[in-house]
Each structure stands twice: as C-alpha cells, then as structure tokens.
C-alpha cells in the first residue's frame, strides 16, 4: 500500500515556498523534483527543500522521475498545456489558482483528466483557512439560519509598485480576461460559492479607475443573485487598508472575518436582550472546531494567511493515497469557474 506520493514542483515562484515546504515536511510525501526554466532557481529550491532532482526541462523530468503527483505553479497561461503533460504521463495534478484562463479551458481539462483516470485540482486553499472552516460550520449546524447574504472582498494596492506594476516587464496576469484581478477572481468567486452555491443572474461593474493602458481593469464591484439570498463580491485598488473580508449573513445570524488579519467574529441576536458579540457567543454556545471563542482567537492569529494552503494539501495527499475524492471536487471548480465566467460575459455587464 502507497503511504508516501513521490511528488514534484513545477515553477518556483514566490508561492513555492508553501508548497515545497509542505512536501518537505509531510509524511505522506517525497520531495523527488523540482523544475524552473532558471536553473539556478531549480537548483537552489532542490537544495533548500531537500528533493532529489532538479531539472530545467518539465517533459525530461516527467520522463525520468516518474512523479505521483505534480504540483504546478507557473503563470496561468502555462498551466493547461502543462497539465496536460502531466496527465498524460499518468501523474495526479495539483495546479495553481486560475486553473485556466477561460471556463471552457477548464471543462476541456477536467474531461481530459478524467479520460486519463487522474485527478487534477485547482488550489482554493483560502476555503481551507480556519475561520472558514468555522463559518461553515456555524452554517451548517443552523446556527446561522438560512443563509441570505454573503459578501467578499478584497482590497489590494496593486498599482502600488510589486509585480503587477511594472510597464517595463508586465506581468503575464495582465494577458488573462479580466487582467490582474483574475489572479484574485479564484478567491473571490470559490469563497461565494462556497455558501451560495446556485445562482441566477450576475451584474458586474468592471472599471479601470486609475486609467493607463497596463491595468485592463483596477476596480470589480459585482452582485449575484440566488433565488432570496444574494452576494456582493468586490475588489478594489483604492481603498486601503489591505483587507480580505468574508461575512456571511442568516436568518439568524451573521458571522465574519478577516483572512489578512485573521479574527471571528459571531453575532446571535436574543430576543429581549442588549449583548456584546462575544457574550453572545457563548451564551449561545457556539462551538469552533472545538475551542472556545479566546483559544480559537488566539489559535487563529499565529496562523499565516496561507496556512489554508497545508490544510488543503494535507488532505489532497490523504484523498490520493487512500483513492478517495479530494477536497476540491470537480463541482466546487465548476461552480467557482462558471461564476467567473458569467462575471466576464459582456451581457452581465453594468
């Protein structure tokens, strides 16, 4: 029996870092290669990491290393091309968010997958954060009620110097539909469907409010519409301070939070009383994956922004190896790429 997957990395970008540290520590894993077109940054992550390889040329290593599972983190123009590769080698693919930069991409992929008896999974590991974690729950034991709003957004300087504003050498993300805010639109749209997962129609108001010809868009203010409930899905450029909020409002209740600065905060109304949101936690009994409302705070604020990311990982090498289904079903991307998709689609536009 398979206790070990013999893993390796495709791209070292600045995400590898997670990833690779992840492999390096798992016990369910063997850092076997690492790839990079640079072969000083494929050597020197093969050092840091401990794998066994390091190539320059993916296809050799596919060849040669004969890896269980692929985790690629190239720039997403890349990915279904290397994907594709790597299914047909016969390798499971766990591949950066966005999986691809069209939903028919995407649906061409996963069948492709499929016709190779291999899973391929996009990384929506911001599902997987623990204040996430905990909302669902509170949704799910009816603590909540009946879910009637949601709302996410991001806000981000990414005019503000970094990787996405230099003219000189523009990043790739500016090449997908919706420009640099696709690099966020897996995040934005998986959060949303993730507690309203039908809807009915879509209106997105894109705009490029600092002008320019780099920025296809800066600014995304969207409404979508499930039968009574709604969601609100926004990013902006322009109002800082950094933030990615997530609140998910019920009949009874709401709770949210902040994935960049990383607290849980629930409110039960009680007929007849005036109470604080945190008596009311606990006079309602309110249970977070275990801990009381102080430990789970504290648990949550030595956590990185990315701590989702192992969460995800952990229980993807845990669904390959005992031949179960993955955290991240084909129907949690299709309804998160079928969103973007209706996001992008000119008729749905205000």
């Known amino acids: 029996m398979v206790t070990k997957l013999k893993s390796a990395v ?56 004969k890896p269980d599972i692929v985790h690629i983190l190239t720039p997403p123009h890349t990915h279904k091309r290397i994907a594709k590769d790597c299914l047909e080698a016969g390798v499971h693919v766990f591949c950066e968010k966005p ?21 391929v999974i996009e990384n929506q590991n911001y599902c997987f954060n623990e204040p996430i974690l905990a909302i669902e ?42 420009g640099v805010i696709h690099d966020f639109m897996t995040h934005l749209c998986s959060m949303t469907v993730r507690f309203l997962p039908k809807f009915e129609r879509v209106s997105a108001a894109w705009s490029n409010h600092g002008g320019g010809d780099l920025f296809r868009y800066d600014d995304l203010d969207a409404i979508v519409i499930g039968g009574s409930a709604h969601a609100r899905i926004r990013f902006s450029c322009h109002t800082p301070p950094k933030t990615f909020t997530v609140t998910v409002r019920g009949s009874k209740g709401y709770a949210e939070t902040d994935l960049f600065q990383p607290h849980l905060r629930c409110v039960i109304p009680r007929a007849g009383e005036q109470l604080s949101p945190l008596i009311n936690h606990f006079l309602n009994g309110c249970d977070l994956i275990g801990a009381s409302f102080t430990n789970f705070r504290n648990k949550i604020m030595q956590q990185t922004t990315y701590e989702g990311i192992h969460r995800l990982l952990d229980k993807t090498y845990e669904a390959v190896i005992d031949g179960k289904e993955p955290p991240i079903s084909f129907e949690d991307m299709e309804r998160t790429h079928h969103l973007i998709n209706a996001l992008l689609l000119e008729v749905n536009h205000v």
Not at 44 to 57: I, L, P
Not at 99 to 119: C, M, V
């Open 10 to 65: 495709i791209g070292t970008g600045a995400i590898s870092k997670e990833h690779l540290s992840f492999i390096s520590k798992s016990e369910r894993a063997h850092l076997a290669s690492v790839c990079d077109l640079s072969k000083v940054s494929a050597k020197y992550a093969a050092q840091r990491f401990g794998a066994d390889s390091a190539y320059t040329d993916y296809r050799q290593m596919l060849d040669e290393v």
């Open 99 to 119: 999986i691809t930069p069209t939903y028919d991409e995407f649906k061409e992929l996963w069948t492709f997958a499929q016709s190779h008896n291999r899973w």
């Open 137 to 178: 729950k509170l949704v799910a034991d009816g603590t909540l009620g009946e879910v009637q709003e949601v709302e996410v957004r991001i806000a981000l300087p990414v005019r503000d110097g970094g990787a996405f504003a230099d003219e000189n050498l523009p990043n790739p993300i500016h090449k997908m539909p919706a």
